[in-house]
């Protein structure tokens, strides 16, 4: 009202009028403006007085105010009209009015209220309707905060700003892998403790806590595995995800189940990862039941290899059960050899480390043990993963991030995590969400749950998202850049390789498809070709069915949702019985 009336109507009478209406805005204004009218003819001269010296006053109001609103930054505000709440910032507007005039919404006041004003001009004395406009345009002339668009925004040296981040260390993401009872956690959670990343406090009550459980060995696998129920089990159901440093890489570490109940979240783990280490049980029996048919030392060999893995570390764990003999060492190694390279593995990407993870021999350390050392003179593990050459980064592609999860945090907008495969992302930068075909605005990015303005390729990242509803957005969806937005489809043609077939695959076979996070079901449409494994050469072109192992191309058919193309990478098919990788 005072930003109306200006300094025309003394406060009293404003107060008097608004507790009269009950606090409604616009029957208050109506009642003084009525008020006023009565009066005017009364007090003319003595206006003409009065004003002179409200103007006057009102002008240096006005200049300390706009003073004020220099210093003190304008915030997303809510004001109450009569009829409407209008939120957000305050952007000045032009409103047409029926004579053909302009009129411009004073500060606070929604466009209902600003018609309501322009609409009684003859109740307003002329010098009272020059002070609102002179108060209209000085409030104008105000500077008023509006988001910066993407193309403003500061461009930065991401390969320099990596390194500084980084400390000249190279960003490489490893995952653990091997067979059920190997040990992987218990390994990765002493290295873990032997690094310092555990500190014996955590460690201590991991040690008792476990111990009341009846497993007590289980006390450094609880480093990684978290949950009650991973915990109880005994068995790692989930990918656990942390971080630890080397002399020269900078390590994101995820520890990925080892049962063949929870292969997809081995996938989702794998998917991510630019080296691994295969973990085998070296005590008699264990190793074998591990390789051999039905074990997943064989499948996660073959999976890592099929999503890109080159560079491998076979961790031969538990060889203390077996007095670090040479003899056990070799035999585990040249079976593994033959496979791995059948797999697709060269010889000199592959690393062997004997290691005891319950004992933390050879973990960060060489071994002290004199059965060790008098016949292995290599790394240790750390040592191992120290000289792993980490991938080219796609820096300069277009933004790519796979959502691996989706919750809802505190405050407004809610939040994805997962691994960004290509470009970088500042905050406030604008993103499309595909195949749901949805924008929104990152508000913030948090990299190992610390707050960070930007994220690169490489990097496993938390985005908090606003301008979008949370149901619209699933796991396996992909956030792109805009204006480089990718492509999605239903149907695609694959190049698979086959193995452990039990079940002839014929045209219209049920399959599921697996990448990263998306698990899809989906049908084989047609057998296109038999090739040849070693040449690719076409050996056989519309075979009816196939039930032998090798290379075929298929025409898949999606039976739900559309998928992003680039999922269509490195994508894993799995059957019952049958699993079925595409390597082109």
Same mark, same amino acid.
């Given at each position: ?29 109506? +009642?003084?403006?009525? %008020? =006023?009218? /009565? @009066? ?8 003409? !007085?009065?004003? #002179? &010296? ?107 700003? +990596?390194?500084?981040? %980084? =400390?000249? /260390? @190279? ?8 067979? !059920?009872?190997? #040990? &992987? ?400």
């Amino acid at each position: 009202m005072r930003e109306v009336l200006a300094e025309s109507v003394p406060e009293q009478t404003m107060v008097q009028a608004v507790l009269d209406s009950k606090f409604d805005v616009q029957k208050a204004l109506d +009642l003084v403006l009525s %008020q =006023g009218s /009565k @009066q005017h003819v009364k007090t003319k001269n003595e206006d003409a !007085v009065i004003v #002179g &010296k409200k103007t006057k006053g009102k002008t240096r109001d006005s200049q300390s105010a706009r003073m004020e609103s220099e210093i003190v930054p304008k915030i997303t505000k809510m004001t109450v009209s009569g009829k409407k709440q209008s939120m957000g910032f305050e952007v000045p507007c032009v409103i047409a009015e029926e004579n053909g005039h302009a009129n411009t919404p004073q500060k606070g006041l929604s466009a209902e209220d600003a018609s309501v004003t322009s609409g009684v001009p003859e109740a307003v004395s002329k010098s009272t309707l020059s002070q609102v406009m002179q108060v209209s345009e000085e409030q104008n002339t105000v500077p008023t905060p509006v988001r910066k668009s993407g193309k403003t925004k500061p461009q930065i040296d991401v390969k320099a700003e +990596l390194e500084k981040r %980084q =400390g000249g /260390k @190279q960003l490489l993401n490893l995952v653990v892998i091997g067979h !059920v009872d190997a #040990g &992987k956690s218990t390994l990765m959670g002493h290295l873990l403790y032997l690094l310092g990343n555990v500190n014996k406090r955590t460690m201590h009550k991991y040690e008792q806590e476990s111990k009341k459980a009846g497993k007590a060995s289980f006390a450094y696998a609880w480093v990684l595995d978290e949950t009650g129920e991973e915990r109880e089990r005994g068995v790692t159901m989930d990918v656990g995800m942390t971080k630890f440093e080397t002399k020269t890489k900078a390590i994101t570490l995820m520890d990925a189940p080892g049962h063949k109940d929870f292969i997809p979240n081995m996938i989702t783990g794998a998917a991510q990862a630019d080296v691994a280490i295969l973990v085998v049980d070296a005590s008699r029996g264990e190793f074998e039941a591990g390789f051999e048919t039905g074990g997943q030392t064989r499948e996660h060999g073959l999976l890592v290899r099929s999503l890109g893995v080159t560079q491998l570390a076979v961790a031969v764990n538990k060889m203390d059960q077996v007095n670090w003999q040479q003899e056990r060492f070799q035999e585990i190694t040249s079976k593994l050899g033959q496979f791995l390279k059948q797999a697709g593995f060269k010889e000199s990407d592959v690393a062997y480390i004997p290691t005891s993870g319950l004992g933390g021999e050879n973990l960060v350390t060489r071994g002290q043990i004199s059965d060790l050392t008098h016949w292995y003179k290599g790394k240790c593990l750390l040592e191992q993963i120290d000289s792993f050459k980490p991938p080219q980064r796609s820096m300069d592609k277009p933004f790519r991030l796979c959502v691996a999860d989706v919750f809802k945090d505190q405050g407004s907008g809610f939040c994805v995590t997962g691994k960004i495969e290509a470009g970088y992302i500042q905050v406030g930068e604008r993103l499309l969400a595909m195949p749901p075909n949805e924008t929104c605005t990152a508000k913030g990015i948090t990299l190992h749950d610390e707050p960070v303005d930007w994220a690169a390729a490489g990097d496993h990242v938390t985005l908090t998202l606003t301008g979008m509803d949370i149901i619209k957005i699933n796991v396996g969806c992909v956030y792109c850049d805009p204006k480089e937005p990718i492509k999605v489809c239903t149907r695609f043609r694959a190049r698979v390789l086959i193995f452990n077939i039990e079940v002839p695959i014929t045209k219209g076979f049920p399959v599921l498809l697996h990448y990263q996070t998306v698990s899809e079901p989906a049908t084989i449409r047609r057998l296109l070709s038999v090739l040849h494994k070693s040449t690719g050469e076409v050996t056989k072109s519309r075979p009816k069915l196939k039930n032998d192992s090798g290379v075929r191309t298929f025409t898949v058919q999606l039976k739900c949702s559309q998928m992003p193309k680039l999922l269509f990478k490195n994508p894993v098919t799995s059957v019952e019985g049958t699993s079925a990788i595409n390597w082109g």
